[in-house]
Nanobody, 124 residues
């Protein structure tokens, strides 16, 4: 069973940066894709960035493009999300999750293991 623990959230001013970490434990064969998602109050959970081990690709969604960077440290079983130029609309609880299906075809419902989330608040 895959377990995920996020950390690194906090309060940051607009234009600032944060790096989120997601420590993944469990059998490597249990998942292919690792994704970062977020959920703002009153809104549906949405994808931010995805990475697939099977094809070593990384994808970014919407406003994350050009501002956020997903990286992996396989030796530490950790996935990172570097967030730059943060905006108030980035305020949300950020989650990491894994899917046995490659990111190229996985939908949010295919992500079956989730962390507890970490709060990111962008405010002056």
């Amino acid at each position: 069973q895959v377990q995920l623990v996020e950390s690194g959230g906090g309060l940051v001013q607009p234009g600032g940066s944060l790096m989120l970490s997601c420590e993944v434990s469990g059998f490597a064969s249990d998942f292919d894709a690792v994704g970062w998602f977020r959920q703002a109050p009153g809104k549906a959970r949405e994808g931010v960035a995805y990475s697939s081990r099977s094809d070593d690709t990384i994808y970014y969604i919407g406003s994350a493009k050009g501002r956020f960077t997903l990286s992996r440290d396989n030796a530490k079983n950790t996935v990172y999300l570097q967030m730059n130029s943060l905006k108030p609309e980035d305020t949300a609880v950020y989650y990491c999750a894994t899917s046995p299906i490659p990111a190229t075809i996985a939908t949010i419902s295919d992500y079956t293991s989730w962390g507890q989330g970490t709060q990111v608040t962008v405010s002056s």
